[in-house]
């Protein structure tokens, strides 16, 4: 999978994600999304932001608030990051939960400047994925995403990155830009996608490299 490069400022290159549409699902296939989420909703699936989250357990940073990810979308990119960067994560335990952490705040600062049009496809994914119905019978996951191992997240986005169904395909594709740009777009893994990093000059002179 295409990793991706970041920008001069050493942050992901969220906005150039922001300039397309990432569901291209047709009136039939928004219809069925957008059933799906409003369906999840009143069932009592987490409809709101996580705000901040303690760090004890979560590994999240306790300063750091959510607003775009709930809560079973954390859980959802918990279970999916591993089968997505592989080995690109650190393999020390506690590094590699600290990476996954790190991501999935990307992954929602970065949700966050989106554009509304965006935001809502997003979430209808997301619904899609975390609703139990739509979980066990379209993404042919039959465990909570806390209990799904990494060999079958795998095998979940394998099948549909190889899906006929457009929805399918076009969720696969969503799920691993943001999460490649949230990954290898941070500055600790630039190497990993064969970027060297900013010329030290640069560091130098530009504030936005000090707390990087």
Same mark, same amino acid.
């Given at each position: 999978?295409?990793?991706?490069?970041?920008d001069?400022?050493?942050?992901?290159?969220?906005?150039?994600?922001?300039?397309?549409?990432?569901?291209?699902?047709g009136?039939?296939?928004?219809?069925?999304?957008?059933?799906?989420?409003?369906?999840?909703?009143?069932?009592g699936c987490a409809?709101?932001?996580a705000g901040?989250?303690?760090?004890v357990?979560?590994?999240?940073?306790?300063?750091?608030?959510?607003?775009?990810?709930n809560?079973?979308?954390?859980a959802l990119?918990?279970a999916?990051l591993?089968?997505m960067?592989?080995?690109g994560?650190?393999?020390?335990p506690?590094? *590699?939960n600290?990476? #996954?952490?790190g991501?999935i705040?990307r992954i929602d @600062?970065g949700?966050?400047?989106?554009?509304? $049009?965006?935001?809502k496809?997003?979430?209808?994914?997301?619904?899609?994925?975390?609703?139990?119905?739509?979980?066990?019978t379209?993404?042919?996951?039959?465990?909570?995403?806390?209990?799904?191992?990494?060999?079958?997240?795998?095998?979940?986005l394998?099948?549909? *990155?190889?899906s006929? #169904?457009?929805?399918f395909?076009?969720?696969?594709? @969503?799920?691993?830009?943001?999460?490649?740009? $949230?990954f290898?777009?941070y500055?600790?893994?630039?190497?990993?996608?064969?970027?060297?990093?900013?010329?030290?000059?640069?560091v130098?002179a530009?504030?936005?490299?000090q707390?990087?």
């Amino acid at each position: 999978m295409q990793k991706q490069i970041p920008d001069s400022s050493g942050h992901p290159q969220f906005a150039d994600l922001n300039r397309r549409s990432f569901l291209k699902t047709g009136l039939g296939g928004a219809l069925f999304l957008g059933t799906v989420s409003v369906t999840a909703g009143l069932s009592g699936c987490a409809t709101q932001p996580a705000g901040r989250l303690s760090a004890v357990g979560t590994r999240m940073d306790a300063s750091y608030q959510f607003q775009f990810l709930n809560e079973d979308d954390i859980a959802l990119f918990e279970a999916l990051l591993p089968a997505m960067i592989g080995p690109g994560l650190p393999e020390q335990p506690q590094a *590699r939960n600290l990476a #996954i952490a790190g991501t999935i705040e990307r992954i929602d @600062a970065g949700i966050h400047k989106f554009g509304p $049009a965006n935001q809502k496809e997003l979430r209808q994914l997301f619904d899609l994925l975390n609703f139990g119905l739509t979980r066990v019978t379209v993404a042919r996951v039959w465990s909570s995403w806390p209990n799904v191992t990494t060999a079958e997240a795998d095998a979940f986005l394998e099948r549909w *990155r190889t899906s006929r #169904i457009g929805l399918f395909n076009n969720g696969y594709i @969503a799920l691993t830009k943001i999460s490649n740009v $949230a990954f290898y777009g941070y500055r600790d893994f630039w190497h990993l996608s064969g970027y060297p990093g900013p010329p030290q000059y640069a560091v130098d002179a530009l504030p936005q490299f000090q707390n990087a």
